[in-house]
């Protein structure tokens, strides 16, 4: 398969604390994306990682890039009630294609 | 502007009949996707547009899928005589080339 895959499936984690998913895919990508889903319904971009950068931030979010691996990581600092939601990785694969993951379900406890 | 828009934003048929969904890409978007996701699943990859071209037909399930998209903007996916397991929502989005992507609210389809 050419998805990403996100690890874990699932996440519970008390407010206040911090949240990392992984995703790993398989082969070269000219970027990666972390998408969010509320209720099932449309996806909302997060942020995007070019194949030569290795860390990148916007606000309380934090991605990383290991291409060697070939995995990413997005860590959510100070994690907040209303962070709860499904995140997805999708590496963009040459010639535009995405191929998303089945997510990482998280659950922020207030 | 206006974001990506999809109709009907919910759509009950009788299984064998057919359907059509449509999707509204944000105006200038080259590349349009159609993802299927079912209850609690991931997205599930459909097809790509680039243009009115589809380089990627790969994730259409069956022949009783298909899908087109004129002047470079809106697209169709149609279902054929509609199983139960067609069942999901449909998602679609678009894109600048090479960029994040945009989506729609998506169509849940439901087959009786």
């Known amino acids: 398969s050419q998805q990403g895959e996100e690890d874990p499936q699932a996440l519970s984690i008390q407010e206040g604390e911090n949240a990392t998913m992984n995703c790993s895919y398989k082969?070269?990508?000219?970027?990666l994306q972390w998408y969010r889903q509320n209720s099932g319904r449309g996806l909302v971009h997060l942020i995007l990682?070019?194949?030569?950068?290795r860390e990148k931030h916007s606000g309380r979010l934090r991605v990383t890039l290991d291409t060697s691996k070939k995995s990413s990581s997005l860590l959510i600092t100070a994690s907040r009630a209303a962070d709860t939601a499904s995140y997805f990785c999708a590496p963009l694969l040459t010639g535009n294609q995405f191929y998303f993951g089945t997510g990482t379900s998280l659950t922020v406890i207030p | 502007g206006a974001g990506v828009s999809q109709s009907p934003s919910n759509k009950v048929t009788e299984k064998g009949k057919d359907v059509e969904l449509r999707c509204d890409p944000i105006?200038?978007?080259?590349?349009l996707y159609w993802y299927r996701q079912s209850l609690g699943q991931g997205l599930e990859f459909l097809i790509y547009f680039q243009g009115n071209s589809a380089p990627d037909k790969s994730g259409l399930p069956s022949d009783r899928f298909s899908a087109e998209r004129t002047g470079g903007s809106v697209s169709t996916l149609t279902i054929q005589r509609t199983q139960q397991e067609d069942s999901a929502v449909y998602l679609c989005a678009s894109s600048p080339t090479g960029h994040e992507q945009y989506f729609g609210p998506g169509t849940r389809l439901t087959v009786t």
């Open positions: 990682i070019r194949s030569n950068e």
């Open positions: 105006s200038g978007h080259t590349a």
């Open positions: 082969t070269s990508i000219n970027n």
